[in-house]
């Protein structure tokens, strides 16, 4: 019924089910029966400007999965702009009408971002922008950002290559605002598009493949600890474990444990996840793998099971978005 349309672009959490870490058995990213991913090289700075996504940065942005869009067209942002503005302000006004064009007291903005993109197969991300301007405010006064939300697709070539025509694939969908907006926004983007909107969970697995990653990576800056928090099960009362370990050895144990560079395995990430077990069993007496890995943190990014992340370092920024858009993929699929 279109009365519960917020409800059904927006479920609550489903656990996600797959065989293979952040791909498919022959994806883009080189994901194979073994176990094995191909990470890409760090973004050169010919190739984007940092400036046009610093706002993307050190931000929580809260994950969703998104079907192909059907019929949307690039060159009609600033209709669909209009289109979505009316329909917020109408569901403000619990149905009543509202002229397209007239002045509202949420403006919306839809822009696409030609630097977050992959490969060429990947469409250009897609930034949608609330504003609102005060009514005290005087109207040259600029309009303040209430929230944001963003599509994109990073090496996300499988998907691409198997939709039908006039289908745009922008798997991965991060907001940052109030959820009232994003219901409204999901909703009307999936009536509008015939599409569907997931909330997107990460799995302990996933969590441990993107430390394990993100600890090797070279910063050419201080870095932040590693932080790794777990969730003990079955308590009466709810008891979080914070282990944080310095980012200059938590490079040096990846280093020892990973044979080839540019790759990674489930094995490796396996043995540097125990090691850091062991570790942590040999000063505390707690086995850590008895508990739930439910948060990771680094200088690079920070990731939450429940699908809030928060990239840091603009260099990396393609890199993170590669792993959600597998990820967002593989809930589709």
């Not at 006064?141 to 198997?162: I, M, T």
């Not at 003990?232 to 280093?255: F, G, M, N, T």
């Not at 990674?264 to 077990?277: A, H």
């Amino acid at each position: 019924a279109p009365e519960d349309g917020a409800v059904r672009t927006l479920p609550s959490l489903r656990r996600l089910s797959r065989a293979l870490p952040f791909g498919r058995s022959h994806g883009r990213l080189g994901v194979s029966s073994s176990g094995r991913l191909i990470v890409p090289a760090p973004s050169s700075q010919e190739k984007a400007d940092p400036q046009k996504t610093a706002f993307l940065l050190r931000k929580a942005w809260t994950l969703y999965s998104v079907t192909p869009l059907y019929r949307f067209r690039r060159g009609r942002l600033r209709d669909y702009a209009r289109l979505l503005g009316a329909f917020i302000a109408a569901e403000k006004q619990k149905g009543l009408a509202v002229e397209v064009g007239v002045e509202l007291d949420i403006k919306v903005a839809l822009s696409s971002l030609a630097d977050l993109r992959g490969s060429e197969l990947d469409q250009d991300a897609l930034l949608v922008q609330l504003s609102s301007r005060s009514q005290a405010s005087s109207k040259n006064s600029e309009d303040k950002v209430v929230w944001s939300g963003w599509f994109c697709s990073v090496f996300g070539d499988d998907l691409s290559e198997n939709v039908p025509e006039h289908f745009t694939c922008l798997p991965l969908f991060l907001t940052h605002g109030a959820e009232s907006y994003t219901s409204l926004v999901g909703s009307w983007f999936q009536k509008t598009f015939d599409c569907c909107f997931r909330r997107l969970a990460i799995s302990p697995l996933n969590l441990s493949w993107m430390v394990a990653m993100w600890a090797g990576c070279k910063l050419d800056r201080a870095a932040s600890a590693v932080e790794l928090v777990f969730s003990v099960p079955r308590l009466a009362q709810p008891l979080d474990i914070s282990y944080a370990i310095h980012p200059e050895d938590a490079k040096a144990l990846w280093d020892t444990v990973q044979k080839t560079p540019g790759e990674i395995t489930q094995e490796e990430v396996d043995v540097f996840m125990d090691c850091l077990y062991a570790h942590f069993h040999r000063h505390f007496k707690i086995h850590l793998s008895a508990a739930k890995l439910v948060k990771v943190s680094t200088g690079i990014a920070s990731a939450q099971c429940d699908g809030i992340v928060k990239i840091l370092h603009s260099q990396y920024l393609p890199g993170v978005l590669m792993l959600l858009t597998e990820l967002a993929i593989s809930q589709i699929q």
